[in-house]
């Protein structure tokens, strides 16, 4: 029961941090641009690419893929030292089955993101930082 309502909250708690824009606030922040209304419309790294500065291009690029990839890293952590009844085998790694529900609800966000009237990314960083976690040598 625990178990359960413990990989419901962090499957929500992955959907809100798969929220967070990194194209929307870069381009805000250093340009002072709305993302939705120039090139292509979409808050992704290509749009920033092309149409703002190649340098806060790649920026977001290393955001999003960093951002999954080490949020799962920190939850693999986390589930494997307090909650070890989610983990396989008690190791110290948690059973891949959660952390990849977990990272498809974070990229799940990241492309329709409720925050942002489900306006998100195309998740192609993203999708890399979710693979590089579970695939780091084929990456």
Do not use: W
């Given at each position: 029961?625990?178990?359960?309502?413990?990989?419901?909250?962090?499957?929500?708690?992955?959907?809100?941090?798969?929220?967070?824009?990194?194209?929307?606030?870069?381009a805000?922040?250093?340009k002072?641009?709305?993302?939705?209304?120039?090139?292509?419309?979409?808050?992704?790294?290509?749009?920033?690419?092309?149409?703002?500065?190649?340098?806060?291009g790649?920026?977001?690029?290393i955001?999003?893929?960093?951002?999954?990839?080490?949020?799962?890293?920190?939850?693999?952590?986390?589930?494997?030292?307090?909650?070890?009844?989610?983990?396989?085998d008690?190791?110290?790694?948690c059973?891949?089955?959660?952390l990849?529900?977990?990272?498809?609800?974070?990229?799940?966000?990241?492309?329709?993101?409720?925050?942002?009237?489900?306006?998100?990314?195309?998740?192609?960083?993203?999708?890399?930082?979710?693979?590089?976690?579970?695939?780091?040598?084929?990456?």
């Open positions: 029961m625990i178990t359960t309502l413990i990989t419901i909250a962090l499957i929500i708690l992955s959907y809100s941090f798969g929220c967070f824009s990194a194209a929307r606030i870069v805000k922040s250093f002072s641009l709305n993302i939705y209304k120039i090139g292509t419309g979409h808050p992704d790294t290509e749009n920033i690419y092309e149409n703002v500065s190649k340098p806060l790649v920026l977001v690029g955001i999003d893929t960093g951002k999954i990839y080490f949020y799962l890293i920190f939850l693999n952590y986390l589930i494997s030292r307090f909650f070890p009844e989610m983990c396989s008690n190791s110290t790694n059973n891949q089955n959660y990849l529900i977990f990272g498809f609800s974070m990229l799940l966000g990241h492309c329709l993101p409720i925050t942002h009237n489900f306006k998100g990314g195309r998740g192609i960083f993203t999708y890399i930082g979710y693979i590089a976690f579970f695939a780091p040598y084929p990456i």
